[in-house]
């Protein structure tokens, strides 16, 4: 139902990145980068939790070095997250990265940046531009209006797009973030007007998962849902697993990720006054004694006749609680009168005869 | 930033909704009406945590009886949540609700409307015609399609406000909520294109919070994002306070909450391979140990020197970890380097000093 923007097609490796393509979720490993069988072992869970490409950090050439090793045992493309050092870069790409990020800003030479780009060439490897508000030295005052952040970003990044394009060089995403969310949906809204190039999403610093999810969601889900956004990386000062999960529920949010797997999923009225058994609780037991299901099930727990019947008719198994009691309904049909207390025992018999 | 819809305002008793009022976060009780000592704290709670206004549901006559009692005893306006019965809505409006909500597919006849809107314009009573496509009798197959779904929403509401119209009735606020976000948005996109009345947006049976969150966040965010929304409740399986917060989340991140007291505010990095101290323990360290302090500070918690002065210069304390150590800033201006085991320390020292 959403009308993605139009963009080139980027190839990191064999995964595709732009308009016609699935979006891809990324996140990065946060172990040291030289700890080869630690890091092995984190791209391979994030590959196994969705992430399609994952992103490790090469400060230094013994990264890189580390880097060359971890390429050959992982299951998915590898991108390799680039400050300060053409060297790192250099090594990066040779070492097989299908992608490299770059925050141009932060390579002082053009002919730096030119040899970079022909390694690239030579190797195949795409290149992520990726700047942030944070990084940009003009910008470090608390007391410059967001209108001129906005426009600063745009006309860096637009300095950086030309010096790859002078080089023919267009395997290119781009990147702008910020911690604020306004500041990334309005910078994003016009890189996506400006460029043809596929957008890597990302609200930047946006803290602990508690404080990250919501502002994170609600900036990346405004923008996937006008169509802006090939590639998304959720921020949160935790485990990378938790990024992925988030990125992976604002997609499905938004029909836009098709899990590997069929999903199990349930719907739980909030209950009010109007609830007589407790809901909450319910909806636990349920989720807990749920058996690892891989089938595109929708379970229904309501709390009253007001909106039951309707959700009911639309899932595979619900429950309308009542006094002490719930009716059960399959594919919409009343097919049974349960006490209280045998309400998850009867949910898991039903569930088993599906 | 954000450019809110034009609509007309609507009173809900001294609460202004509508285009020019901030957006109003609202939430609804979880326990009976009829215990009206247990209803008031809730109700209290909810109005501390920033609901300006709640709603209560009153299914029985011994419902509105309490529910009169429990609007002399809070501190702010309440909503009465009525379905099936026109004689709830009328109890209701007398009982002194500032608002009332009303599912008119609910109310077969449509003279016992009548007899609610007479009601209403007497007292000043607001009326949200809230349609939940759950509720509606012909939807009541999953083999619908999207299109038509959204269609029949659309009529319903039509068919609904017009009844309102013809007897001169405009202190209306409208709804449509599905447990389908894509839905959710794209039938509020067409409610606020098509009539001029302030927006209730919520997404409906979201779950337990875990899972009803992103969700929430996605769709009420694209929505406000567009400028479309006057007042918001997030629905959760769970105490009505989660989903108060949630709600303020979702306005905070994009500028829209103006909170009553201001708030400190945490920047964290998501850490990658780069940084040298575990930087997710030191944040939940520095949350832990941050004193209730109503300052609208900006305290910035980063990895490394990639992104870290930059976030230091728009933040007015900053810990910027390396190897056993971090620099601390003032402001953007570095004031100190502390081993990891004082960083903390420091960093209450200094915040004493701001």
Redesign the interface.
């Known amino acids: 139902?959403?009308k993605r923007r139009k963009t080139i097609t980027v190839n990191a490796g064999p995964v595709k990145i732009g308009s016609s393509s699935p979006i891809v979720v990324q996140s990065?490993?946060?172990?040291?980068?030289v700890d080869i069988a630690r890091?092995v072992r984190q791209v391979n869970k994030l590959a196994r939790a969705g992430c399609r490409l994952v992103?490790?950090?090469?400060?230094t050439c013994a990264?890189t070095a580390a880097f060359a090793k971890i390429v050959q045992k992982v299951s998915v493309p590898l991108i390799a997250?680039v400050?300060f050092s053409p060297s790192r870069a250099i090594e990066a790409i040779e070492a097989g990265a299908a992608k490299i990020r770059l925050?141009p800003g932060?390579i002082k030479d053009p002919k730096s940046i030119h040899r970079i780009i022909d390694a690239a060439k030579i190797h195949k490897t795409a290149i992520r531009i990726g700047v942030?508000?944070?990084?940009?030295r003009n910008?470090?005052?608390?007391d410059i209006p967001?209108q001129k952040r906005t426009a600063f970003v745009l006309k860096e990044m637009k300095k950086y797009v030309a010096l790859f394009e002078r080089r023919s060089f267009t395997q290119l995403v781009l990147s702008a973030k910020s911690?604020d969310?306004?500041r990334t949906?309005?910078i994003n809204r016009r890189i996506a007007k400006l460029f043809g190039y596929p957008i890597h999403l990302g609200l930047?610093?946006?803290?602990?998962p508690e404080?990250?999810?919501?502002?994170s969601?609600?900036?990346?889900?405004?923008l996937l849902?006008e169509g802006i956004g090939d590639t998304i990386r959720v921020?949160?000062?935790?485990n990378p697993l938790v990024?992925t999960q988030?990125a992976k529920?604002?997609l499905?949010?938004?029909?836009l990720y098709e899990p590997a797997e069929p999903r199990l999923e349930?719907?739980?009225?909030?209950?009010?006054?109007?609830?007589q058994i407790d809901?909450?609780r319910l909806?636990?037991r349920v989720?807990k004694n749920l058996p690892d299901i891989n089938k595109p099930l929708?379970i229904?727990?309501?709390g009253?006749i007001?909106?039951g019947?309707?959700?009911a008719?639309?899932?595979d198994l619900a429950l309308c609680a009542a006094k002490n009691k719930a009716y059960v309904y399959r594919?919409?049909r009343r097919i049974a009168i349960v006490p209280e207390t045998k309400i998850v025992p009867e949910l898991l018999k039903q569930l088993k005869n599906l």
């Open positions: 139902m959403i990065m490993t946060k172990v040291p980068t890091c992103r490790i950090a090469v400060p990264d997250d400050h925050n932060n942030n508000e944070a990084s940009i910008l470090k005052s608390r967001a911690s969310c306004l949906i309005e930047t610093h946006a803290g602990l404080d990250a999810q919501i502002p969601a609600v900036t990346l889900g405004t849902a921020s949160a000062a935790a990024e988030i529920q604002v499905i949010a938004l029909g349930m719907i739980v009225c909030p209950t009010c006054a109007r609830a809901i909450t909806a636990r989720k929708r229904a727990v309501m009253c007001v909106n019947p309707g959700e008719a639309d899932a594919k919409g």
